[in-house]
């Protein structure tokens, strides 16, 4: 039998040198060593072969050759694992010459940021801070603060009544109510917080918004103090030049009521369309505590008075930063956040 070896050898190499991959070799593996493969073949011719001592010897060269073949696609499989993990290594290759990816910071929102900015304000003048919750009940945002049933005032206050007889509150007024219950006076605190008004969504409205209430119970404490607060308050939040007027105004649970607005930092007081031209914009409510609402608490008013304030963190943001719609704090636009 003509065990034509080398022939069988060269087309190995032909065969070894064109695979590429694992998969290639796996192939050739089968061609030469798998069940109905070359050496297979010679095997099965070996039977034919009477001649014992002639078989035997046919025998031994088929597995030499055999070990050869093995051999030859181990040393192949070697060569192409190393060629897979190279182009594994040059495709994943850093470059470290390439810019870095941008990494975003998350920050505080606007609102935040000018709610720490009054909260820091008022603290310098020796205001406390003081929290309410944000779920009321009609006795403290209402009733406490002068504002009994069926009282027309109650329709300022377009309010978000809860199944259980509860109620989003409509202003951070309550607080002062649940602070004076537990601290004695002297007082001063301020309360920043979210409230909710059924006031339908437009450039000036919102119907989830921010106030901060301020509240001040002291002895011999006049209106004159008040406009003296507002007034370093307004300097130091939109600037030394910055002017206040003070309007009379009404909330019940305040006598007087005023109204304060400040010129608009955006055109210095000439007039433009945030300010609607006047010069000025409205910032907040404030008055001096009704007594009957210092009566509520158990407060003598003959002894304390006091006065309280509330303002918009919103309008105060709108001012400060020229921003012409409320709108823009709630809809999470990045290009308007990332402006802060
Ligand atoms: C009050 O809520 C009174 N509690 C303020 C007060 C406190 C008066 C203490 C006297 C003494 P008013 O309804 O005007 O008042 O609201 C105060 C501020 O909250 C407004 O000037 C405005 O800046 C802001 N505000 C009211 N409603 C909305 C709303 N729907 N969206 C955004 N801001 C609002």
């Known amino acids: 039998m003509d065990l034509q070896k080398e022939e069988i050898l060269k087309e190995l190499f032909l065969d070894l040198d064109k695979t590429e991959n694992i998969e290639d070799l796996e192939k050739v593996k089968v061609k030469y060593l798998g069940k109905k493969g070359i050496i297979k073949n010679l095997m099965e011719r070996l039977k034919i072969i009477e001649e014992k001592e002639e078989r035997k010897k046919l025998g031994e060269l088929i597995n030499t050759l055999k070990e050869q073949i093995e051999d030859e696609i181990k040393n192949r499989e070697v060569v192409l694992i190393k060629k897979l993990k190279d182009k594994k290594i040059e495709e994943e290759r850093i470059d470290e010459t390439l810019p870095g990816y941008p990494y975003n910071f998350g920050k505080r929102h606007i609102l935040k940021l000018v709610e720490s900015e009054i909260v820091e304000i008022f603290m310098r003048m020796g205001f406390h801070l003081s929290f309410g919750p944000e779920i009321e009940n009609e006795y403290y945002n ?194 308007f956040l990332n402006e802060f």
């Open 142 to 335: 209402f009733e406490a603060l002068n504002i009994p049933k069926y009282h027309p005032s109650r329709d300022m206050w377009d309010t978000f009544y809860l199944p259980n007889g509860l109620l989003l509150r409509t202003h951070t007024s309550p607080v002062q109510i649940r602070t004076m219950e537990k601290i004695k006076p002297p007082l001063r605190i301020i309360s920043p917080g979210r409230c909710f008004r059924r006031d339908p969504f437009d450039a000036s409205h919102s119907p989830v918004f921010h106030q901060i209430e301020g509240l001040m119970i002291d002895k011999d404490t006049s209106l004159s103090d008040l406009m003296g607060i507002i007034n370093l308050f307004a300097k130091k939040m939109f600037g030394e030049k910055t002017q206040t007027k003070f309007y009379l105004s009404y909330f019940p649970f305040v006598e007087p009521g005023i109204e304060v607005a400040a010129t608009c930092s955006l055109c210095n007081g000439k007039g433009c369309n945030v300010c609607k031209y006047s010069g000025y914009v409205e910032i907040l409510g404030a008055g001096m505590v009704h007594p009957d609402v210092l009566k509520n608490v158990g407060i003598d008013p003959e002894i304390w008075q006091g006065f309280a304030f509330g303002l918009g963190i919103e309008r105060v943001a709108m001012i400060k930063y020229g921003i012409s719609d409320i709108r823009y704090f709630y809809e999470n636009d990045l290009r």
